[in-house]
């Protein structure tokens, strides 16, 4: 089945600071998408983004489906941006999640 | 709207009991799925269904078993459960076909002792 890896696995970084999160997928995939974890468990959708590229406030995400690799930036860090972020691979009717990459904002 | 519901959200079991963990969602979604999340390991698909009446197996199917009678609810059960099972399971639903985001429950934590 396909694979999903995402880089790094754990990022500290100051408030204010920008980030690059990756995203490396194995096969060709229906869609793309990329949640955000909060400290409660809970998961937020952030982007469906199967190609191209999507902007949402300091977040954007691009995907380039023909290279297999999606790129979610977050800018000028809050410390309510900490969590873990995960992106997800739609294939053959099957979600498969990467192992996320822990982000830790400091104030 | 309550969207995607899991009960229940907190469980202790004695290693070798059975329980069921029951996903509902109100959006008439067809597909539908459960996840595993250990620490440092993501959510790791268990089993999942594309319709009443439909399952398949995930990534980690051992040790469970899902049911989709109703178009609304998707069952997964330990018929006995091991300390291996300690985790957070999330359910999960989408719509069919392409454009479509999929919708987490809050999670239920289980824990076997």
């Known amino acids: 089945g396909i694979q999903v890896e995402q880089s790094p696995p754990d990022l500290i970084l100051q408030e204010g600071a920008n980030s690059t999160l990756r995203c490396n997928f194995s096969d060709s995939v229906n869609n793309l998408q ?4 909060n400290p409660w468990g809970q998961l937020i959708n952030l982007f469906y983004i199967p190609s191209g590229t999507k902007q949402n406030g300091r977040l954007s995400a691009t995907t380039v489906a023909t290279e297999r690799y999606s790129l979610l930036y977050i800018s ?5 941006d900490s969590g873990v972020y995960f992106c997800a691979a739609y294939r053959d009717d099957k979600i498969i999640f990467g192992k996320g990459t822990r982000l830790h904002i400091l104030p | 709207n309550a969207g995607v519901t899991q009960t229940p959200k907190f469980r202790v079991l004695k290693t070798g009991q059975s329980m069921t963990l029951l996903c509902a969602q109100d959006m008439n979604h067809e597909y539908m799925y459960w996840y595993r999340q250990d620490p440092g390991m993501g959510l790791r698909l268990i089993h999942y269904s594309v319709g009443e009446g439909t399952t398949a197996k995930g990534e980690v199917p051992d040790g469970y078993n899902v049911s989709r009678l109703k178009k ?3 069952l997964l059960g ?5 300390p291996s099972q300690t985790s957070v399971y999330f359910c999960a639903s989408i719509k069919a076909g392409t454009g479509n985001t999929i919708y ?4 239920s ?3 076997v002792v």
């Open chain 1, 34 to 37: 990329w949640f955000h974890q």
């Open chain 1, 76 to 80: 000028s860090s809050q410390t309510t």
């Open chain 2, 72 to 74: 609304q609810n998707f």
């Open chain 2, 78 to 82: 330990l018929e006995s459960a091991a």
């Open chain 2, 104 to 107: 987490f429950g809050e999670g």
């Open chain 2, 109 to 111: 934590w289980l824990t």
